[in-house]
């Protein structure tokens, strides 16, 4: 995959020269207003911030650090959509790592997708003079992103499902790779008839791996047949709705791919209701590798994505961009591995 | 259970009269060797910290916050031994909840049981300027607790375990009810031989969860068979083998009660290896409700832990603390709940 265009909007540029008289000036409106814009206050007609932003934006302006501080020690802001997510943890544990290495202190936070929240996390980040942010999300609010950019703030975003950001370097995992190796596994175990519960289709990573899944399939020359492709939303009940859709299926498949982990217990659990064995009588392979699967019954053959690995990268580059160094590239993608346990075997006879 | 006494070390008295000449004074050493314990140095011999900081505790010694700060947010530090642990992301999301709607960031740190780590992270801890402590930990440092009290910071402790710790507020989980409810649900299904896979005996959760079981016993009249107990450390391997041992009595029982979620997860898989189904031939039942056994297979009948709920209280606990507020109580035990899933059903009939 071709790296992204980092684009002309420069972390690393050195601080714009316009002050904040001009923009003041060019977009009609008192200089306290466009301060008020800078600092991210909310008395300000939506009209009027738009404007003032678009110019700060065109102008490339960026806030001066506070000349002092008595804060001595690093803080950098890791924030999730939702902590619920299953990869919350294993991200957190990577980036807590390398920056208490670095005598970083790490602020979690969740924003909920929610646009207070966001403003409210915003507030507090200026507050607390952070030194950088990490964002794992699939979904990037280009006014955070603007809002970042104005305070000279660097940003990467850590993005499992692949979905990217312009001019923000992103850290992902090789999902298509991934998508071939599950399928790959099955075909030597000698499956031919594999069920594919794929993800949301507007997550980038959703299509690599269906078309990891496709590759193997055709490299090994078994037609690619779209009634064993159903749709899931990577939760665990989309992963039963979805084994149980297959299952219905007149000539049903003997292996199931689920492409996350939490699907793939789905698919297990509506294997097991109806008195199925896994895997005597149908195999499932997972992808992501959580903690739990190691001991789910029986333990889950599934495709690992280095998640604490993606959080030591951001941290780092993260701590490169904050000392005007340029990223490795703009987009990283770190391997994924197939992981061998209990739920795959060779198709029982018919 | 009776709340603990909170000593008379007070987090909350105000600060102390005492100066560091007098304390150098008494110790017979220099002001800047008293300084360097004071501000946590490490070129400072064992015996001469011990004798300086045995007087600052003898003075009730608090050091005074710094007159200026730019820093306008609030801070606190959520610490974890283990960022590992099954509770970790339960327990930070209930802080980070709290925490972001009073306008405070949380900074999380895993200190990984070792000295250097919990050195590293009190250097930083002083210079961001901590409001205040939560640590969730079973195993409470004195020393990292006695450093804490001379800074000034408030400190709460998060400990699903169930150790006490001296003079500072805790927050626990209602261990014995919990084991009470477990067993009884398997009474009440008509369960008369039933296995216990139990903790650490070292921690006073295990003790409260078993005598939790030993209690619904007797009342039932069912008399307690010690071989029907065996030992475990709450980790899945270690539920796989207690179910081993249980299935491996002359006379097993026909139900379990695990007092981890992760053993019985592995209790589960010891029976899906001997081709004994769940819950027809054996019920299980587990302790947490973690997220993954909501879809494990069999969806797992278990004792909530609120560790959201936890979090919570120990952010609105310390805030009260760095406020110079008493907390409710020293020691607060917040209820557990029997959660019924797929995992427990009547004996099978022999």
Redesign the interface.
């Known amino acids: 995959m071709a790296p992204q265009d980092t684009g002309t909007e420069g972390h690393t540029e050195p601080h714009g020269k316009v002050t904040i008289t001009e923009i003041a000036r060019q977009a009609g409106v008192s200089v306290p207003t466009v301060s008020r814009v800078v600092n991210g206050r909310s008395d300000v007609s939506p009209a009027t911030r738009a404007r003032v932003e678009e110019l700060l934006r065109l102008h490339g302006y960026r806030k001066r650090p ?1 000349a ?6 690093a ?1 950098l ?2 924030v999730f959509n939702d ?2 997510s ?1 990869w ?2 294993e991200i ?2 990577g980036v ?2 390398v920056a ?1 290495q670095a ?8 924003i909920h997708g929610r646009s207070g ?1 966001a403003r ?2 915003m ?2 980040l ?4 952070s030194d950088g942010v990490i964002l794992v999300t699939s979904a990037l609010d280009p006014t955070l992103h603007e809002q970042l950019r104005i305070l000279g703030v660097p940003l990467v975003v850590v993005d499992p499902t692949g979905t990217y950001a312009d001019g923000v370097p992103v850290i992902g995992a090789a999902n298509w790779s991934g998508g071939l190796a599950a399928t790959e596994h099955l075909l030597a175990l000698g499956h031919r008839r594999i069920g594919l519960i794929a993800g949301p289709p507007r997550l980038l990573c959703s299509r690599a791996r269906y078309d990891g899944y496709r590759a193997a399939l055709e490299a090994a020359g078994v037609p690619v047949d779209e009634s064993l492709v159903v749709p899931g939303d990577f939760q ?1 009940e989309s992963g039963f709705t979805g084994c149980n859709a297959l299952l219905d299926l007149p000539d049903p498949p003997t292996a199931v791919f689920a492409a996350s982990d ?1 699907m793939a ?2 698919a ?2 509506a294997l ?1 209701r109806r008195g199925l064995r896994v895997p005597e009588e149908v195999s499932v392979v997972g992808f992501d590798d ?3 699967v ?6 889950l053959t599934t495709v690992r994505q280095p998640l604490a690995d993606m959080g030591k990268l951001a941290v780092r580059t993260v701590l490169r961009l904050a000392h005007d160094e340029h990223p490795d590239a703009p987009r990283v993608e770190l391997g994924t591995e197939l992981v061998v346990r209990s739920s795959t075997a060779p198709p029982a006879r018919s």
Chains 1, 2 share one sequence.
Request: without cysteine.
């Open positions: 506070p002092v501080t008595t804060r001595s020690a803080l802001d890791l902590l619920g299953p919350a943890v957190i544990r807590e790592e208490h005598g970083v202190g790490t602020v979690v936070s969740a929240d409210e996390w507030r507090n200026r507050a607390r003079a665990s939490r217990l789905g297990v659990e097991r959580l903690p739990e190691r001991w789910s019954a029986p333990p």
